[in-house]
């Protein structure tokens, strides 16, 4: 062979040992660093029941939940090589092993998510289970159960506690590559919410931001440190801006499911209720009128809160013969006329009590109202802005914002206290005692206000779209033979608090 051929076939050896090396060892080597400066990862495994809509709830909870990992920047979720790795882990798998657990530790996850989505009876059901693999994050392990009536809302709450998982959770970064100068690189970047040019204090040191990327920055550290060093820090994701878009969502949902008629139509009614139908009926029907005037707003089936009904003819019909009980039926019964039983201080406070009736008639209006919204599991007009609405409402009625957000006891209660502030300031005008109720009515006004902007309906199916997770509940049964060989039957529930 000559030497040409010989040089011909070693230059074409040579190529081909370059060829194996950039196709073989080059991947190799970057997928160690790509491992190496990937941030910390979770998996979401979806476990639904054979029902087709199950999986479909289950699928969207899945999401939602991915979704709002990736959100809040701490841990990337992982989507593509689940089924791969999981098909890897079945194989070989012993009987103590846990596949969702071996799974995730074959991907080098941090932490994985088992949630299963579902309906019994009237209510929907999530169960979710946060089990770390990183012993770093052993604290976030817990379990949570939720429940809704309404579909959409159960991946939202879902969201919503995931969400609420990463409060006050810092920046978790490790060095991966060691420069000079006191230079290094990280695996956190612009994902994370490490931002260029920033400069944060860590207990042992200083990190200057030189340059970052999406999952890697290159920094400058006070101390020295050297690879697979970690660094904590305190940036946190913005939790506060998740939840509330989230809540948003969920009260959006829940307003569209229980809203009275049609959006638009029914505020109207809502305010010629109060305004029109309402007196009408009071003034032929005192009270009961009342409960007459709700079906304007078109509740089906309603049915009258006759103790309500009966609290307020009696409130209306004390109005009306306070100063005769007060002069032994003595003094003209209507308010205009004066006599000689009837002083001037007397003559004010019945005009004070007539003319006060419309706010008696709205307020039993408003009692009823808060009694057919809880009944037929409808909420209010204007629900949407239902805190400041609460507010106008205890401007203008005594108690009046706490009926509307369903709270009856505690508006009977601001109107007993500020028409009897009333009534005594009308009927000892001009004495300090008189100022003194006045400034007390005041006060009452102010705290009716406030208490009905603050606090939170009282309507039972809002709250429950509204509410976090819900402890389980365990039923234990057993039997066991007493001292005369009698059979004793245990139930035990048991349920956290």
Same mark, same amino acid.
């Given at each position: ?41 979770? /998996? ?44 890897? /882990? ?132 006070? /101390? ?195 028409? /009897? ?77």
């Amino acid at each position: 062979m000559s030497q040409r051929i010989k040089n011909i076939l070693k230059f074409i050896i040579l190529i081909s040992l370059i060829y194996v090396s950039i196709i073989i060892i080059f991947p190799l080597s970057l997928t160690t660093a790509q491992t190496k400066a990937s941030p910390n990862g979770v /998996a979401v495994f979806g476990i639904p029941n054979n029902y087709s809509s199950d999986i479909a709830l289950t699928a969207e909870a899945v999401e939602r939940v991915k979704k709002v990992f990736a959100d809040c920047g701490r841990f990337m979720p992982v989507s593509r090589e689940v089924e791969t790795a999981y098909s890897e /882990a079945k194989k070989d798998m012993r009987a103590e092993e846990n596949i969702y657990t071996k799974t995730a530790k074959l991907l080098d996850l941090d932490l994985y998510i088992m949630l299963s989505a579902y309906q019994l009876g009237n209510f929907l059901y999530s169960d979710i289970s946060i089990v770390p693999i990183n012993h770093q994050y052993k604290y976030l392990e817990k379990k949570i159960r939720l429940r809704s009536k309404i579909k959409f809302n159960i991946s939202l709450k879902a969201g919503k506690e995931i969400a609420i998982l990463h409060y006050n959770l810092p920046v978790s970064a490790a060095v991966i590559k060691v420069y000079e100068n006191d230079t290094y690189l990280i695996n956190a970047g612009e994902w994370q919410g490490i931002k260029n040019n920033e400069k944060y204090r860590l207990p042992d040191c200083d990190v200057q931001i030189i340059k970052t990327g999406r999952f890697e920055s290159i920094v400058k550290i006070s /101390a020295e440190k050297k690879e697979g060093d970690k660094l904590q820090i305190d940036i946190f994701p913005d939790v506060n801006k998740i939840v509330d878009e989230l809540d948003e969502d969920i009260s959006r949902n829940t307003i569209n499911r229980y809203e009275l008629g049609t959006h638009g139509e029914a505020e109207k009614r809502f305010i010629e209720g109060i305004c029109v139908v309402n007196m009408c009926g009071n003034v032929c029907v005192p009270s009961y009128g009342a409960f007459l005037s709700t079906s304007y707003l078109g509740f089906k089936d309603s049915k009258a809160d006759l103790p309500g009904v009966a609290l307020s003819a009696t409130i209306i019909a004390g109005q009306l013969l306070l100063p005769e009980l007060m002069t032994d039926f003595k003094v003209n019964f209507f308010p205009w006329k004066q006599d000689s039983n009837k002083t001037e201080k007397m003559q004010d406070l019945q005009k004070f009590l007539w003319l006060s009736l419309p706010i008696t008639f709205s307020t039993a209006y408003m009692d009823q109202l808060a009694y057919q919204f809880r009944s037929t599991e409808h909420l209010p007009p204007f629900f949407k802005d239902k805190d400041n609405i609460a507010a106008i409402f205890s401007l203008f009625l005594p108690g009046g914002g706490l009926f509307y957000k369903g709270h009856r006891l505690a508006g009977w209660s601001f109107y007993f206290s500020e028409m /009897a502030a009333a009534a005594y300031t009308v009927y000892n005008y001009g004495s300090d005692s008189s100022k003194y109720a006045l400034y007390a009515l005041g006060i009452i006004k102010l705290i009716d206000i406030a208490y009905a902007y603050i606090t939170s309906p009282s309507y039972s199916f809002y709250n429950l779209e509204k509410e976090r997770k819900i402890e389980p509940v365990s039923l234990n049964m057993g039997i066991k033979t007493g001292h005369n060989r009698d059979q004793i039957y245990n139930i035990i529930v048991t349920s956290a608090f």
